[in-house]
């Protein structure tokens, strides 16, 4: 029974630290919308969010694996004797709630993200399609400038 309860320690402080890594992985993503909306898009700093997101999501993941390990160990005593351990059980179940809230607020504030952004990025490439359209009509008036070529027709009538 010794065992039992520092295993459900371990998991308990697991469910903690999954919950502050998610809770970060919340800010974070809260920080990224403001960056989405912002005008003009600061493509830096969003790079920077999905860098951190990223680590903190390894950091969740390496937690669910711990924690399925660990429960793996433990279930069957679980299992058989879920009054002795009411108390502790109850408290892991409120964290695991508590993750999944936060992972479904994640989620949500995930998709509004992804409208945000795609919309910032249509119109940063539309910025470039006109920049790029305005860069060619310039280069072409230049090189027919250069080239000496003018069409005498339209300027005056040579017969007179």
Known sequence: MGHTENYLDILRDTLARKKEYLEKLLSLTQEQSVIAKSQPFDEDAFERTIDAK????????????GFSAVYNRIRSELSSN????????????????????????????????????????????????????????????????????????FLYDRKK
């Open 54 to 65: 990223d680590i903190l999501i390894d950091n969740v993941n390496e937690a669910d694996k």
């Open 82 to 153: 879920t009054l002795a351990y009411r108390d502790r059980l109850a408290e892991i179940q409120n964290l695991i709630r508590a993750c999944v809230d936060t992972g479904l607020a994640i989620e949500k504030l995930e998709e509004l993200n992804r409208a945000s952004l795609e919309q910032a990025l249509a119109s940063g490439f539309k910025g470039m399609n006109q920049a790029k359209q305005s860069r060619s009509v310039a280069s072409k008036y230049y090189k027919s400038m250069s080239s000496g070529y003018v069409n005498d027709s």
